[in-house]
């Protein structure tokens, strides 16, 4: 893209996909990047996604997007194959971020939370059009909303686009259910509890409680803080982004519980 010589405001691009850290893909959406836009400020929330998981692509997508300031743009870059191949889509916050991605629902969580201004499709860009999305279609649009071009004239306004369904989230006298949305690093897990309903199930902080994910069953305590018990024994704490998160004090969850993603996740009251 030509740059007349005025100085611009450059936003900087933060990549979300399930590349893994190296090889040809990586290097590929860099290359879009930058050959559009040599300047581009690039980083990285994650390129460790499960593979083709886009459920758990949009919980990251919602936890990252509110720590960044105005004017980001996120480039999402999960795209399995799918029969209903709906192209790509660019879309504005309220709160002035922006995101490109495939039209598959990958933005549903983050746009509920932070609120739509904006969707636009782009036009061009089913597999028919590209064989490799990511990076002939959305690291460029990236690198072009990076140097200021308007969404306007990346693509066609639409009211409707696709969408998952809504995160699990009940609750009950002494219980509450929800799915595992996220894991982190050392294990930890993080579902789509949250402090609201625990409330509304009368759990509070020092209950014993017994967590059931899939077929495995595990004694807990929920707490404020992962000292609150021994080392090597589990807990549940509501984290500051006000959800409830699993974990075992010193240890790895996901050691415990194999393949944890978007599984349903219940929470009972040991008194129960």
Known sequence: MENSGALVSVRRILLLSDYGDDGFAHAAILGAIYRTFPNALVNTISHSITPLAVREAAFTLAYAAPEFPEGTIFCVLVDPDSEADLGCIAAESVNGLHFVAPNNGV??????????????LIEGTTRAASGFRGRDALAPVAARLACGDALERIGVKVTDWARLSEPIQRAGPGWVAGEIALRSAVGDLFSTITEDLLKQAGLAVGDKVLIQIADRSLSATLVRSYHDVPLGACLCRVNYQGFLELAIHGGNLTQVIEQPMSKLVEIRASRY
């Open 107 to 120: 933005l549903t969580f983050a746009l509920d939370a932070l609120g739509c201004r904006a969707v636009y």
